[in-house]
């Protein structure tokens, strides 16, 4: 399911026979509900439901979930007293035999506090949502039926519908049979014959227009309806186009569709992947925008993932959730690419480093999520980079094979995180303890700094050192049976070889030794995008000539003179070392820049920051790092060549306001680099002499007044700082050359120039 982003609150609606039945009794399993519901008002349903239920124990009473209201209850053909369906008697049956209960009821409309999921009667469409974000259970047959609403308790289904005059019925299952009465109801019977969960039971009905196509697949071919209103056709079918290409990539990878046929229909809250009766949000129904298309993939992606395969819990929900998104991603390599799918991961990847903690209220694990964050971004989000991980953990071929087996011997059935972890454990041969307790059973993520250790000039038979280390994002946790995946490229000149090795270690840092078939020059970690860990990856070929380039996925612009191939790791970690005196923290991110250009005094890098709480499209960038008490004129862009070096902090000319812009450094290096907040006593730290700022006469004589030069025709301000970081003299509105007249004490100072494209600092002496 996927919702609006817009859940507003509302009014609940309490309904006096309402009864919800504790999850904990197995007493009984509901074998099939035959479900007679009359919408011809189009305003509210009355029902009759033959509901067959299994005793499993002996047992003196059970009980049905409902949210319409109860008319009459038959139990074995007997007319009860109450219309309560919370105790029923069972008395005369033994375990083992099948019980009927028939209930009829009506309703005008059941729907939860969040306003999304139940049954809605719309002006021009009658419709139901069978999950509740707010619900609790979240599952919500019992807007439709009475029934056992859980998510585990599976069976089969007849729905027999009759609309109002002139409205056709889009359901779940196989249509039996339809005809129309002489006032012009149409009555259709539709039926589910694979074990389902209550919550992907759907009835709709509208004036639908319809597409009726095929899709051939590897496993069969399978009838598609689309009911949609107010639409061309043509740009309907246009929305549906990638499903030709995208339902055999989806069983080539997680075995047959097994629900017969794929039925979407155009509903106005949001998309519920109901078994082949997909309510898609009305927006993408004629959509090709890749919100859209991720979305129609997505739901169709349940019909393997929730629908065949269930959560055992709500609290395992990523299973269902995150694997659909998955799905998404593995749908948009089907249709547009690899190149397409890796760039639509690596977008999701940075914005879930950046903002999954903050939305879902800090880092959770996958696993036993709480009720409240059932459906939120780290179930879907998180949810999707882990089984993308799992995927580059255990290559694709055999991560594909054991879904295939997966979706196979637990079709139908459900599934925890630790029986999924098991299962696909017994299906690789590869034992996944250690990959599931940190990214399922722990919160946080992963973070591993590479390099190369030894000089590749001197190395032996082109043998290389790697160090890596691996530290904890929002976990204290450490990975065990770490799987790296690292990239080595040859010299300049021999741009195009490069080799891929694999580092697997435990613990928490590692030397591992490679032989090559070649000189490396530098390695990259995991430059395929095949695990989500800390990083984003970007890759950037470079032409040379001085041209810029904006790498928005890593906070960056950088221009380089010379052509080669640009390599920026975006760390969403603390950099490791030790800062230098006066550094009083660093950002929660880090950059490494590596490649095999050629660097020049005129290249340049451009390092983005911004503030948090700042109204900005990347307002959660830099954490609590930049808050709001901190002045950017604090900020200081930190660098070291690597982990043999020193950090210290770099000339650099700020490009933006207090709240967000660039650092820009003139002459890039090769290297890492950090944000940092300085001491104002260290402000010389930050904001090292530089050559574009120049003061005459330095050392100043007492009565002499000051110039400043700079190449900048704009106005700007001039503060003069002691050693001690206090401001002495301070004048706005200056111009290059003019003089100024500070008055100062002898002794050492920094003059500092600013406006809102400079902030140069230089050293001034006053004798
Ligand atoms: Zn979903």
């Known amino acids: 399911m996927k919702a609006l982003k817009t859940l507003s609150i509302l009014i609940l609606t309490l309904l006096g026979s309402m009864t919800l039945q504790a999850q904990t009794t197995d007493s009984v399993d509901a074998v099939d509900y035959d479900i007679a519901v009359d919408l011809s008002s189009g305003h509210f349903l009355t029902g009759y439901a033959d509901v067959t239920l299994r005793l499993l124990r002996p047992c003196t009473t059970v009980g049905l979930d409902m949210a319409c209201i109860v008319d009459s209850v038959k139990v074995q053909g007997v007319l009860q007293s109450t219309n309560s369906l919370a105790e029923l008697p069972t008395a005369g049956i033994a375990p083992g035999q099948d019980i009927h209960i028939e209930v009829w009821y009506h309703s005008t409309g059941y729907v939860e506090s969040g306003e999304w999921g139940g049954m809605h009667f719309d002006n021009y469409l009658s419709y139901n949502l069978g999950v509740g974000f707010n619900a609790n259970p979240h599952v919500m047959g019992r807007a439709l ?235 879907y989000d998180k949810g999707w980079m882990v089984w993308h991980s799992l995927r580059g953990y255990l290559g694709e071929n055999l991560f594909y094979s054991a879904l295939n087996r997966l979706m196979g011997s637990c079709a139908f059935g459900n599934i925890d995180a630790e029986g999924l972890r098991d299962s696909l454990s017994l299906y690789t041969g590869v034992d996944l303890t250690a990959f599931f307790d940190f990214h399922v059973f722990g919160p946080g993520f992963v973070d591993y700094h590479v390099e190369m250790t030894n000089p590749s000039e001197g190395c032996l038979e082109n043998e290389v050192e790697v160090h890596i280390r691996q530290q904890g994002v929002g976990t204290t946790n450490l990975m065990r049976r770490n799987r790296v995946p690292l990239t080595f490229y040859a010299q300049p000149g021999f741009d195009s070889v490069s080799c891929k090795r694999v580092a697997t270690f435990d613990g928490e840092e590692t030397w591992e030794t490679f032989s090559l078939p070649f000189v490396p020059a530098f390695c990259v970690l995991d430059a395929d995008d095949e695990f989500s860990d800390a990083a984003n990856v970007i890759h950037q070929h470079l032409e040379g000539y001085g041209i810029s380039y904006t790498l928005p996925l890593a906070f960056m612009r950088a221009k380089t003179e010379h052509d080669g191939d640009l390599f920026v790791e975006h760390h969403y970690a603390q950099p490791s070392g030790t800062m230098p005196g006066g550094v009083v923290r660093t950002a929660n991110r880090y950059w490494i820049v590596r490649g095999d250009w050629q660097a020049d005094t005129a290249d340049w890098g451009m390092f983005r920051y911004v503030r948090t709480g700042a109204q900005h499209e990347y307002a959660g960038l830099d954490g609590d790092f930049l808050s709001l008490r901190a002045s950017v004129d604090s900020l200081a ?131």
């Not at 019909?303 to 929900?317: E, I, K, P, Q, S």
């Open 145 to 379: 039926f009475p029934c056992r609403d859980n998510f585990t308790d599976k069976a089969t289904y007849t729905l027999r519908v009759t609309t109002k005059d002139g409205w056709t019925a889009e359901c779940g299952g196989m249509r039996q049979s339809v005809a129309t009465d002489t006032l012009g109801c149409e009555h259709s019977v539709w039926r589910i014959d694979q074990p389902t969960p209550t919550y992907l039971v759907s009835v709709s009905q509208a004036a639908w227009e319809h597409i009726h196509d095929t899709i051939s697949s590897l496993y069969g071919d399978y009838p598609l309806s689309i009911g949609y209103r107010q639409r061309s056709e043509s740009s309907v079918r246009a929305a549906f186009a990638e499903l030709d290409s995208v339902v055999p990539m989806y069983e080539r990878c997680f075995g047959p569709y097994r629900w017969g046929r794929i039925g979407y229909i155009a509903t106005p809250k949001g998309s519920m992947e109901h078994v082949n009766n997909i309510a898609l949000d009305q927006r993408f129904v004629n959509s090709t925008s890749e919100r859209a298309q991720t979305t129609i993939a997505h739901e169709l992606g349940h019909a393997w993932f929730g629908n065949l395969v269930t959560c055992a819990t709500a609290g395992d929900m990523w299973i269902n959730e995150g694997g659909a998104s998955f799905c998404s991603e593995v749908a948009m390599e089907a249709a547009l690419g690899r190149e397409a799918s890796d760039d639509y991961y690596r977008r999701w990847l940075e914005s879930v480093l950046r903002t999954t903690h903050v939305t879902d209220d800090g880092y959770r694990p996958l696993h036993d999520m709480p009720h409240q964050y059932t459906y939120g971004s780290t179930t």
């Open 637 to 767: 862009l930190m660098y070291r060549k690597d982990s043999r070096h020193e950090w210290y902090a770099v000339s650099f000319t700020r490009n933006g306001d207090q709240n967000s812009g660039y650092l820009v450094v003139d002459g890039m290096q090769k290297g890492e680099y950090t944000l940092a907040i300085v001491d104002s006593a260290h402000l010389g730290i930050a904001h090292p002499v530089t050559t574009e700022v120049q003061l005459f006469p330095n050392p100043l004589q007492p009565g002499q007044a000051l110039t400043v030069e700079v190449e900048s025709e704009e106005c700007f301000e001039v503060s003069i700082f002691d050693l001690g970081g206090h401001q002495v003299w301070h004048k706005t509105g200056c111009r290059s050359g003019q003089k100024l007249s500070p008055a100062l004490a002898k002794g050492t100072y920094f003059v500092r120039i600013e406006n809102n494209f400079i902030s140069l600092q230089s050293k001034l002496i006053q004798l």
